[in-house]
């Protein structure tokens, strides 16, 4: 198995921490789905933040929400409520909160003039949904059953949200500052328009496409022969 950088020990250890506050979420009457909702609606916040070029105030949010993220299922586990429905919810939110953060960037880059921004915003979008589309797909029809296929590839969800928030919280305002202007006239500089923020984006981007490469090796790799035979020729095995 290609191992992710966030090993099952260290999940463990985070999933520890976050029981004491997921209990007080709980006897505040919150469900676990309803903390599921919450975390969207924090991401929702975030990209907000993010359209309007608050970058830092987003960077800060998407930190928060990456660690409220961890409250429902701990509090599922902890009051025994772990379901399918709960784990289908808590999949669908936060592709859903994913996906609006990036269209936030995406906006704060286009309306600072900056449209390459907009261009690797949607890149790095597309590129961590076929990380989890490749999970998704594998454990339906299968193979790495549970949340095995989470340990496999370097950039899992959790790695993306770290990057994505460094960028955020380290990027200019307005985003041209990032780059001298005799070194934009030069057409020469270290950084490309946008800073620290260009960066993140560019490395979610590769590393996410890496992790998707590293996830359809591993399937393939258990797959037998003889498994060929169950998809209909020239049929979309696709939902």
Known sequence: MIGSVVSPELRARIRGLALPIALAFGRMGLTPNALTVLGFGISVVAAFAASQQAWIPAGLLVIFGGVFDLFD???????????RLGAFLDSVFDRAGEAVLYLGIALGCMWAGFGEGSVLAAAAMAASFMVSYTRAKSESLGFTRGTGMANVGIAPREVRLVVISLGLLFAPTPLYEAVPVAARCAGACDFPQGGYLTTALVVITVLALITTIQRIVHVTRQTPPESTSAATPGGDQHP
Do not use: E, F
Not at 73 to 83: D, I, M, P, Q, Y
């Open 73 to 83: 299922g701990a509090l599922a586990r902890a009051t025994n409520k772990v379901s």
